[in-house]
């Protein structure tokens, strides 16, 4: 089953030119927390570095004492999961029940565990309907198994 929940994601600016994208990652790593997910963009004011950590307030700790500018918010993170495609399956259900999702992205950890992180306008909403809707899923497959074994 894959676990739904509500976790804080880091936007770190990288305003200053002698900083790098791979600055914020190596700096972020020696809080000692893992990094779930993340992605990168470029704005007007340089570029932008999204992270989900384990750990945000200690990782949140030691950009900011590197000089980055950080800010917290909450995000909807599913997984690990094992296989590929999990947003084209989940976004609808928000959608449906009125829950706009504002970004998304994916990432995959060195264990082929995958992540799906989510911005949406109901973050506890969305945890609590993705929650339900994956249990539901999970007892189908084991029902549909059992079925196919009999």
């Known amino acids: 089953m894959c676990q739904v929940a ?9 305003a200053d ?4 994208v791979n600055d914020v990652f190596h700096t972020a790593t020696r809080s ?17 570095v999204l992270l989900v950590p384990e750990k945000p307030e200690e990782t949140s700790q030691v950009l900011k004492a590197a000089g980055f500018t950080c800010q917290a918010h909450s995000v909807v993170v599913l997984g690990p999961e094992s296989s590929a495609g999990l947003a084209p399956l989940v976004v609808p259900e928000l959608l449906a029940a009125g829950i706009n999702v504002l970004y998304s992205y994916a990432a995959r950890s ?12 109901d973050n506890d909403r969305a945890v609590r309907l993705l929650g339900v809707n994956s249990l539901v899923r999970s007892l189908a497959r084991a029902k549909n ?6």
């Open 6 to 14: 509500k976790r804080t994601e880091l936007t770190v600016r990288v």
């Open 17 to 20: 030119r002698s900083q790098s």
């Open 32 to 48: 000692g927390a893992s990094v779930l997910a993340s992605c990168s963009f470029w704005d007007n004011h340089g570029a932008v």
């Open 110 to 121: 060195d264990d082929h565990a995958g992540y799906v992180v989510l911005g949406t306008t």
């Open 145 to 150: 198994a059992s079925l196919q074994a009999a």
